[in-house]
């Protein structure tokens, strides 16, 4: 009697742990994916699914910067693209333009752009290169590498492929040109327009600059560009205390993405009219901003002077201005100097030039400085430094690069409860082994330099 006793409530204890452990597989465990310590709530959504499956939730009352992730093994050098499936609902951020609802790489600044607001299902994609990485902690996130955000965000049918990296040194570059900016900033209404001078300065100036890149990195790299003019009103300008109002990728997405979607470019710069001999746009001295990214693309922008007819900025003259392309190529070698740092090179930074003994001339102004810069011709103590060349090679990862893809493995949903007993210890170990993990920051990254 006492056998069938102890049996029975043998089985009904492993009854009870059957339905504990189908519980928390069903709102609370996250499969191999770990949760970054913070006051919002992760759970598994039975409701909100996308292709029969589970979503994932991360809700918070609060601005925060709530993430879930998981570490695969990557290839060096090499292309990854990864996609899911994002709803929102009521997703608010203190910097638009940086945070909200996206994928990103923890410990850099590649993410998605940040979706807001309630929108319903829609896919997301990260394209990133591993550059010197064997391991890529890959993150779905409430929040950003700078801002923090508020609401509920979905996520489902994650994917991650490997793609085949473009050997092409040619980089293919746009300016877009926004015929019109129509802002209201602080109860004011700003309208301003690009004359045809404009236009006509910013086309000669990108051909310009494309000469020169190909003739200070000695034909390591060449450009393809073109000019795209934008007839819809910009309605948004972004700002930090540092620089003022400037045009963030957030602003133009609506804008220029199906360009960018048709065209896969490699750079892209923004040329707009903020003022007039009257005035403008408060901004902070600044005429080009860089290291900004849209996507994985290079992204910065071109500000006309307000009184261009007392300028010579941007204007060829033999006497006042032989190098008026400069402005691109600084913004352009921002993005170059961001690119190789993230492969681990070191190298003088771009705005050194003074502690190398380049300064601003007149007429050329640092022409001598980009040109020893892109050549790693720069005198050190140490032997010639510089732009390592293997930075030409480092264009941003397009779609084209997974025309020949492998799917990796990544989200792991158990096949059955031993499954997800199995994986529920595992990743108590995992946490146990490696406590740091909880408490991981991403590294802030500048996003903006200023000349």
Same mark, same amino acid.
């Given at each position: 009697?006492?056998?069938?006793? %102890?049996?029975?409530?043998?089985?009904?204890?492993?009854?009870?742990?059957?339905?504990?452990? /189908?519980?928390?597989?069903?709102?609370?465990?996250?499969?191999?994916? *770990?949760?970054?310590?913070?006051?919002?709530?992760?759970?598994?959504?039975?409701?909100?699914?996308?292709?029969?499956?589970?979503?994932?939730?991360?809700?918070?009352?609060?601005?925060?910067?709530?993430?879930?992730?998981?570490?695969?093994?990557?290839?060096?050098?090499?292309?990854?693209?990864?996609?899911?499936?994002?709803?929102?609902?009521?997703?608010?951020?203190?910097?638009?333009?940086?945070?909200?609802?996206?994928?990103?790489?923890?410990?850099?600044?590649?993410?998605?752009?940040?979706?807001?607001?309630?929108?319903?299902?829609?896919?997301?994609?990260?394209?990133?290169?591993?550059?010197?990485?064997?391991?890529?902690?890959?993150?779905?996130?409430?929040?950003?590498?700078?801002?923090?955000?508020?609401?509920?965000?979905?996520?489902?049918?994650?994917?991650?492929?490997?793609?085949?990296?473009?050997?092409?040194?040619? $980089?293919? &570059?746009?300016?877009?040109?926004?015929?019109?900016?129509?802002? @209201?900033?602080?109860?004011?209404?700003?309208?301003?327009?690009?004359?045809? +001078?404009?236009?006509?300065?910013?086309?000669?100036?990108?051909?310009? #600059?494309?000469?020169?890149?190909?003739?200070?990195?000695?034909?390591? *790299?060449? /450009?393809?560009?073109?000019?795209?003019?934008?007839?819809?009103?910009?309605?948004?300008?972004?700002?930090? @205390?540092?620089?003022?109002?400037?045009?963030?990728?957030?602003? &133009?997405?609506?804008?220029?993405?199906? #360009?960018?979607?048709?065209? @896969?470019?490699?750079?892209?710069?923004?040329?707009?009219?903020?003022?007039?001999?009257?005035?403008?746009?408060?901004?902070?001295? $600044?005429? !080009?901003?860089?290291?900004?990214?849209?996507?994985?693309?290079?992204?910065?922008?071109?500000? *006309?002077?307000?009184?261009?007819?007392?300028?010579?900025? #941007?204007?060829?003259?033999?006497?006042?201005?032989?190098?008026?392309?400069?402005?691109? /190529?600084? +913004?352009?070698?921002?993005?170059? @100097?961001?690119?190789?740092?993230?492969? !681990?090179?070191?190298?003088?930074?771009?705005?050194?030039?003074?502690? #190398?003994?380049?300064?601003?001339?007149?007429?050329?102004?640092?022409?001598?400085?980009?040109?020893?810069?892109?050549?790693?011709?720069?005198?050190?103590?140490?032997?010639?430094?510089?732009?390592?060349?293997?930075?030409?090679?480092?264009?941003?990862?397009? *779609?084209?690069?997974?025309?020949? %893809?492998?799917? &990796? +493995?990544?989200?792991? +949903?158990?096949?059955?409860?031993?499954?997800?007993?199995?994986?529920?210890?595992?990743?108590?170990?995992? /946490?146990?082994?490696?406590?740091?993990?909880?408490?991981?920051?991403?590294?802030?990254?500048?996003?903006?330099?200023?000349?």
């Amino acid at each position: 009697m006492k056998k069938w006793i %102890s049996r029975i409530i043998t089985l009904i204890l492993l009854i009870a742990m059957i339905v504990v452990l /189908v519980t928390i597989y069903n709102k609370y465990y996250f499969n191999d994916f *770990m949760k970054v310590k913070s006051n919002a709530a992760y759970y598994r959504d039975s409701k909100q699914k996308y292709n029969n499956k589970k979503s994932y939730v991360i809700e918070s009352q609060d601005y925060d910067n709530a993430l879930f992730f998981k570490e695969i093994k990557v290839e060096k050098d090499t292309p990854y693209k990864i996609t899911c499936m994002i709803k929102t609902e009521n997703v608010e951020s203190d910097k638009p333009d940086t945070s909200g609802a996206c994928i990103g790489i923890m410990g850099t600044a590649d993410q998605t752009l940040p979706i807001q607001g309630t929108n319903d299902w829609q896919k997301v994609t990260l394209l990133v290169d591993s550059k010197d990485k064997e391991n890529l902690n890959i993150a779905f996130r409430l929040g950003g590498y700078e801002g923090s955000s508020k609401g509920k965000v979905w996520f489902a049918d994650m994917h991650v492929e490997k793609g085949v990296k473009d050997p092409s040194i040619d $980089w293919n &570059v746009v300016c877009f040109l926004i015929d019109n900016v129509d802002v @209201e900033l602080d109860g004011k209404q700003y309208n301003y327009s690009l004359t045809k +001078e404009d236009k006509e300065l910013l086309e000669t100036n990108l051909q310009r #600059y494309a000469n020169t890149c190909e003739i200070f990195s000695d034909k390591l *790299m060449t /450009v393809s560009y073109k000019t795209i003019e934008i007839q819809e009103p910009l309605t948004s300008l972004s700002y930090d @205390e540092e620089n003022y109002y400037y045009v963030a990728p957030k602003d &133009v997405e609506t804008l220029i993405d199906k #360009y960018v979607k048709e065209n @896969e470019f490699d750079h892209i710069f923004i040329g707009i009219r903020m003022g007039d001999k009257n005035g403008g746009i408060p901004v902070n001295e $600044w005429i !080009g901003l860089g290291s900004m990214r849209y996507d994985s693309i290079g992204f910065s922008d071109i500000r *006309m002077p307000n009184d261009l007819a007392n300028s010579t900025m #941007y204007k060829y003259n033999i006497k006042n201005d032989t190098f008026p392309e400069e402005v691109f /190529v600084h +913004e352009f070698l921002h993005s170059l @100097e961001r690119n190789l740092a993230e492969k !681990g090179y070191e190298f003088p930074a771009l705005h050194d030039n003074e502690k #190398y003994g380049y300064k601003t001339q007149s007429v050329s102004g640092l022409r001598e400085w980009y040109k020893d810069y892109m050549m790693c011709n720069i005198p050190s103590k140490d032997g010639k430094t510089g732009l390592d060349p293997i930075v030409y090679e480092t264009k941003p990862v397009q *779609m084209s690069d997974f025309d020949y %893809s492998q799917e &990796v +493995e990544f989200e792991q +949903e158990p096949h059955n409860i031993i499954d997800v007993a199995s994986q529920i210890i595992g990743n108590i170990k995992a /946490v146990m082994a490696n406590n740091k993990e909880s408490e991981i920051e991403d590294s802030n990254f500048v996003t903006i330099t200023t000349d």
